[in-house]
């Protein structure tokens, strides 16, 4: 079965990091681009980052640019995404997502990201 299992969400104080991770299995992760979106509450889901199957190549959103880096690992099924510099407005529930070329998609649970003294 397919399967998007994450970690590394949890508290932190602003100006700090966190490393998120999500561990795939059940389709070809390597035909897949892999991003991470985020949830805040009364707010619309927004792409945070995005990578794409084999060349790498990314994208961000404008406010998490310089801060957050996405990466992946086609030999572990794996994708990270690494949050420096941290701020209360990061807040919000991060999910990690799978989408092939013919829109075949999946989706994590989700982890939460609290950024607050």
């Known amino acids: 079965q397919v399967q998007l299992v994450e970690s590394g969400g949890g508290l932190v104080q602003p100006g700090g990091s966190l490393r998120l991770s999500c561990a795939a299995s059940?389709?070809?992760?390597?035909?897949?681009?892999m991003s991470w979106y985020r949830q805040a509450p009364g707010k619309q889901r927004e792409l945070v980052a995005a990578i794409t199957p084999t060349s790498g190549d990314t994208n961000y959103e404008d406010s998490v640019k310089g801060r957050f880096t996405i990466s992946r690992d086609n030999a572990k099924n794996t994708v990270a995404l690494q949050m420096n510099n941290l701020k209360p407005e990061d807040t919000a529930v991060y999910y990690c997502?799978?989408?092939?070329?013919?829109?075949?998609?999946?989706w994590g649970q989700g982890t939460q990201v609290t950024v607050s003294s």
């Open positions: 997502k799978a989408m092939s070329a013919r829109l075949v998609t999946y």
């Open positions: 059940g389709f070809i992760f390597s035909s897949y681009v």
